[in-house]
């Protein structure tokens, strides 16, 4: 049995979802990364051979099906194969209550669609209370990273960033908006290389008060 059947046997037994931007690290046993590099890195060299590229003869693809299953596994998607980073959390000692703002986080993503890339930023506004856990400011873009490192759809992905802050500072508001070009839309299809998708996720106080809504909105243009 391969290590993905191994893999996706315990998926299924355990009935987790293993869609393409969910996390599965806790059910990759030691070793098992580096046979599904191996895997990989196989069935890649099918792809080639079926393109009809001749990897013996051809220096530059001779090695291509093994650093394209290694981009995959520990870059570009390693969201999917690693545990999220560690994030130190802080109880909100001084008792801060006012709007914080973090960003622009340079992200970058892969459409599921086409595995073309997803180039962009994202903003984060935050309403703390006395109750919040704080976090430091670079643990925001590790977790935005560790997110974005796998096949996603934009609405999807601020989704799951404000899903997982909400769980680890528990703030009154949170409000997460992310730009990004597609390259799915510049490189095929329409080839537009002008048009950029911008969406937004708003929780708590910020759902709620559209006062507070604008000013984070203002502050972050000024950032542009």
């Known amino acids: 049995m391969t290590a993905a059947s191994r893999i996706r046997a315990r998926l ?44 013996d003869s051809d220096h530059n693809t001779r090695e291509t099906a093994r650093r394209v299953a290694k981009m995959y596994l520990t870059e570009v998607f390693r969201g999917r194969y ?23 986080i340079t992200v970058r993503s892969a459409c599921s669609h086409h595995f073309c890339p997803i180039m962009g930023r994202l903003w984060i506004g935050l309403m703390p209370n006395e109750h919040s856990n704080l976090i430091g400011l670079s643990k ?29 500072v528990s703030p009154d508001g ?36 559209p006062a507070l809504r604008r000013e984070f909105l203002s502050l972050i243009n000024l950032k542009d």
């Open 12 to 55: 299924r037994q355990a009935n987790h979802r293993f869609h393409a931007n969910d996390n599965i690290s806790a059910f990759i046993e030691p070793g098992e990364l580096d046979a599904l590099l191996d895997e990989v890195e196989g069935k890649m060299a099918g792809v080639l051979e079926s393109l009809v590229i001749d990897t």
């Open 82 to 104: 690693q545990s999220a980073p560690p994030v130190t959390e802080f109880p909100n000692a001084e008792r801060l209550n006012e709007l914080m703002i973090v960003g622009p």
């Open 140 to 168: 925001y873009s590790r977790l935005a990273e560790w997110i974005m490192s796998r096949p996603q759809i934009q609405e999807e992905a601020i989704t799951q960033m404000a899903d997982l802050l909400m769980g680890k």
């Open 174 to 209: 949170l409000a997460v908006v992310m730009e990004a070009d597609h390259f799915c839309m510049h490189w095929r299809g329409v080839k537009d290389s002008a048009t950029k998708m911008t969406n937004s996720v708003m929780r708590g106080s910020f759902l709620k008060d």
